[in-house]
């Protein structure tokens, strides 16, 4: 069964300040997806990676593939309260790339 | 911009009623996803369709929900009869192609089981 664990649940931080935070898994995925998705609505496709190794930067966010493709962060520099929401990572599998979601890192960013 | 539309947006039901949730996804999208999130949690594929064709429904729970797109377009998610462990967010999502990789997700169907 294919797993992915999101480290923190949780993250609450001042405006400013960078944070990272992780996506982990012991399968190995053919791509990994990061969203963001605030209350009430439905997730936000940020960026889609397909190569081990690989970055892609949008703005103030860096993410990265692990080199195995079972792993991801997504680092987030001088954090603004815009960018609070929950963020999801989902890996994608199989003939049909299903995804598999983690459970969400929780960012709070505050004034 | 197109976008995948849902309704209802919110739901409430007594246990035992049934319930139905109706996705019409971006025009031209092929494949077709419907996902359950419980509060906490990311969301659980539930079943896909490409076309009119049901490509994955391992995780539906086939005793109470059932799920069509007759015509390879708008599709219907449907429980019956509603259980109080149903209550989620209710997620539909469509991508241009079979390999999914960009999945397009609409606004969801909350849905309170009493």
């Known amino acids: 069964t294919q797993l992915l664990e999101q480290s923190p649940q949780f993250l609450s931080i001042q405006e400013g300040e960078n944070l990272t935070v992780y996506c982990n898994s012991s399968s190995v995925f053919s791509s990994l997806q990061w969203y963001r998705q605030e209350p009430g609505e439905g997730p936000v496709l940020l960026v889609t990676?397909?190569?081990?190794?690989e970055v892609k930067k949008l703005k103030r966010l860096t993410f990265q593939f692990g080199d195995a493709r079972k792993d991801s962060s997504l680092h987030i520099t001088a954090a603004q309260p815009g960018d609070t929401g929950l963020y999801l990572c989902?890996?994608?599998?199989?003939?049909?790339?299903?995804?598999?979601f983690g459970a969400g890192t929780r960012l709070a960013v505050h004034p | 911009e197109a976008e995948v539309a849902q309704s209802p947006r919110y739901k409430i039901t007594e246990k035992s009623q049934a319930v139905a949730f109706w996705c019409d996804p971006i025009s031209g999208h092929a494949t077709l996803y419907w996902y359950r999130q419980i509060l906490g949690q990311g969301p659980e594929l539930l079943v896909q369709f490409q076309d009119e064709s049901v490509v994955d429904d391992s995780q539906l729970p086939k005793d109470r929900f059932s799920a069509e797109r007759l015509k390879g377009v708008d599709s219907t998610l449907k429980i019956q009869p509603a259980e109080l462990g149903d209550s989620a967010m209710y997620l539909c999502?469509?991508?241009?192609?079979?390999?999914?990789?960009?999945?397009?997700f609409g606004p969801g169907t909350r849905l309170l089981v009493l």
């Open positions: 990676v397909v190569t081990g190794g």
């Open positions: 999502a469509s991508s241009i192609d079979r390999g999914g990789e960009t999945q397009y």
């Open positions: 989902a890996g994608g599998w199989g003939g049909y790339n299903k995804l598999i």
